[in-house]
DNA sequence: CGTTCCATATCGCTA
DNA sequence: TAGCGATGTGGAACG
């Protein structure tokens, strides 16, 4: 085996404890983080976080991943969405505290202080905590997540320097209409896109075959009223920009549109042409 | 220790395996789903998608999870989101898979079946793959992650009966309004909330100290012209509901607003107070 | 189921 | 950094 090859095995491990003390664990989750990996870590906890709003979580059982670019996730057994987070850009800390054992249960016991209670009790078996404590500014942000009970922890490093291939996107839309006007209708002509108006951007901005104005706002799924708004903001800005007697049309392309959307398009002089991102 | 502790106990644990043998992680994977575990994988894949769009992914290092309710996430070391994943209510498969060395690198030799290929190369070391499939229906869609070199699968079980309690959402800023409609201004009075319009359902609708009806649309947060847009629409619908000659004002309440937001919403005529969800 | 809208949305781009 | 809009948005509430 070459050095190269040496460097690149080391790179690719995985390091694991099951059922660790509190004091193991911390040191494992904190040379983790400074090398640079994945931490993850599962067990009984509690979540607190407070910055853009603030939640609580009483005792449960969770995954907790800690990336290295500074994103946390607390994930339950249920949804694609984790409970709790943080977002990329933060700082980990991991530290151990000696807590009132009542005290993860109800945080009003919080400033209790040592008064005796540190005693184990048979439903905790230890006042340690292994604390998980995630920060960043702008903004300001706090995630705590305490285990009272770590059953793995686990610091996994690797590559990937991969990008991820997707179509069926938006952008995709925008193309095969560029690439084949007449899917718009005959003899409409693309002049611009992400056209600059007073109210933001218009995807695809042209002219029809009698040389009227086009906006064009593509979505690449069923859309909802809310995109008939955007194109509506679109197509009154653009009057204003251009003469006040200038007659422009709006167009909303997507695969479909609900029933209220729909009226809303004819309410306000809007248009709607059915295509997908992908050829059929 | 009683039988109910015991249960409890055995309902919470992780098993995990370094460093296994492909069919060694089937098995521990295919064990873990059956008996409604959360279930991890980290190791060198590749993952394909295909529903909604459409996407692929080349080799590298990645965490995956697979959920007792059918989630499935895989997440690399950047993000707070999965590079790839499926929502709840897919079936989770796992298998072993003899492949083409090379199928992972270049999905153009998916095809090439057994040519006499199959011999070990000394970078994979084997042509052995673990493969994880999740499917769902409405709409169709199809996650498939082959692993070539399993680091680790463990597989977690535990409870968690509790839920969050968040504040600071747009539920609190309603309820804020409603206790106190003077925060809005002298002499509201609010009559209605989730009133519903053709063009869908007003946050508050009320009155103020004339007599006028005054709709009210709440963001949590800072807001951009989609917001204003919003309330627009629910003015015009009412102005029509009504009769043709009725005042309504509408009335937009958040922390604070863009300027382009602050242009529409004088451009048609509507209003705005800066108000949090929480009291400072 | 589909529709609608909120979200600690997240993410990428651009000025 | 803030604004703006796309997202395989996800999730809940409602019809």
Redesign the pocket.
């Known amino acids: 085996m070459t050095r190269s090859q040496q460097e690149q095995e080391q790179e690719f491990h995985a390091v694991t404890l099951e059922r660790p003390s509190i004091v193991d664990a911390r040191d494992a989750v904190a040379d983790g983080i400074d090398r640079g990996a994945l931490v993850t870590v599962f067990g009984r906890c509690t979540v607190e976080?407070d910055?853009?709003?603030s939640?609580t979580l009483d005792a449960g059982d969770r995954h907790v991943m800690l990336k290295p670019d500074g994103?946390a996730l607390v994930h339950t057994d249920e949804?694609?969405?984790p409970v709790?987070?943080?977002?990329?850009g933060c700082d980990h800390e991991v530290s151990c505290e000696r807590r009132d054992a009542d005290a993860d249960r109800s945080d009003a016991a919080e400033n209790a202080g040592g008064t005796g209670t540190e005693t184990e009790t048979e439903t905790t078996g230890t006042t340690e905590t292994l604390t998980l404590e995630s920060v960043r500014s702008?903004p300001d942000?706090r995630?705590l997540v305490r285990f009272r009970n770590v059953l793995q922890v686990s610091a996994f490093s690797g590559t990937d320097e991969t990008e991820l291939a997707?179509s069926?996107?938006?952008?995709d839309l925008r193309q095969r209409l560029l690439d084949e006007p007449d899917l718009l209708e005959p003899g409409f002509t693309p002049l611009a896109t992400e056209r600059d108006t007073a109210?933001?951007?218009i995807?695809i901005y042209g002219e029809d075959d009698a040389g009227r104005t086009v906006v064009v706002?593509?979505?690449?799924?069923?859309v909802?009223?809310?995109a008939v708004s955007?194109l509506r903001?679109y197509v009154d800005a653009l009057g204003r920009d251009l003469h006040a007697d200038a007659t422009v049309r709006g167009i909303l392309v997507a695969p479909s549109v609900?029933?209220?959307?729909k009226r809303l398009l004819t309410e306000h002089g809007l248009e709607f042409i059915s295509l997908e991102p992908t050829a059929t």
Do not use: I
């Open positions: 976080y910055g853009r709003a939640s994103a949804g694609q969405q709790n987070w943080q977002p990329p702008t942000e995630l997707l069926g996107t938006e952008e109210a933001g951007a995807d706002e593509l979505k690449r799924r069923r909802g009223p809310d955007q903001r609900t029933d209220r959307a």
